[in-house]
């Protein structure tokens, strides 16, 4: 009596966890995966971004990075950055609005690309909200690095990132007033062992890179390794230049 209760309790713990086997089978199970699953052409590649027509970046670099000769020319090689919650993206005129998204809206550069001893020239203005209108993601090498102007709730300015740590927390941090609607020019330039940048005729950011680790937040990867992008803010940029430099800039100077 007592063998016969137990094979009997046993019975009803199989006909419960017999479902459940059937559902973890592995032919089910990995049937079921693989179904799911999206197939490897459909998966979004930095070709696949939507493309930016009307913002040109006037440049003199070649396929393999080096500057070349004759006169500068004109690029569109742009994408929409692959930031989750973007807002729009549009061109009036050859002016990049970048609207307000939840949180960055940006743009990425796909064209010839120069890592070192160059400079970005660029206008830039905060058309509507508090944070930052532009992010300048650049290459230093073969690291990223981002230029902050106006993060933070406005009106922190520098680099992210050194030793890392951000614009809001190394020795580039500054605070400076920013205004809706008022165009400001940006300077960037990355040679020899330096990163510098100017805003308007002052000079924003001096940092010495040997030693130090250079890299960017993990927000703003979507940039890299050349964007622009903005923070819960929309932003427009014009008159964007990029040159690789032939020789050492004339006030280039590092203290030792």
């Known amino acids: 009596m007592r063998n016969r209760a137990g094979n009997l309790k046993w019975y009803r713990v199989a006909c419960l966890l017999l479902p459940a086997l059937v559902l973890l089978s592995p032919s089910d199970g ?13 998966r979004e590649t930095p070709e696949a971004l939507e493309p930016v027509a009307g913002f040109a970046l006037r440049h003199n670099a070649g396929t393999d990075g080096q500057a070349q000769p004759g006169p500068m020319r004109e690029s569109a090689d742009w994408r929409v950055s692959d930031f989750a919650g973007k807002g729009a993206v549009r061109v009036e005129d050859g002016v990049l609005y970048l609207e307000e998204g939840n949180d960055m809206t940006g743009v990425t550069w796909r064209g010839p690309l120069v890592r070192k001893d160059y400079e970005i020239t660029l206008e830039a203005m905060r058309v509507d909200g508090s944070d930052f209108f532009c992010g300048l993601t650049f290459p230093v090498g073969e690291d990223p690095c981002s230029l902050i102007l106006g993060g933070w709730g406005g009106s922190l ?3 992210s990132s050194i030793d890392y740590q951000d614009a809001a927390n190394n020795t580039t941090t500054r605070i400076i007033d920013f205004e809706n609607g008022r165009w400001y020019r940006v300077r960037l330039r990355v040679y020899g062992e330096k990163i510098e940048a100017w805003l308007d005729d002052e000079k924003i950011v001096d940092v010495v890179t040997t030693g130090h680790k250079i890299g960017i937040r993990w927000e703003v990867e979507p940039s890299a390794p050349l964007g622009i992008a903005t923070w819960r803010t929309t932003g427009a940029i014009r008159n964007m230049e990029l040159r690789a430099l032939t020789a050492t800039p004339p006030d280039y100077e590092v203290k030792r």
């Open 30 to 42: 990995w049937a079921a995966s693989d179904e799911a699953e999206e197939p490897a052409e459909a």
């Open 157 to 159: 300015v520098g680099i």
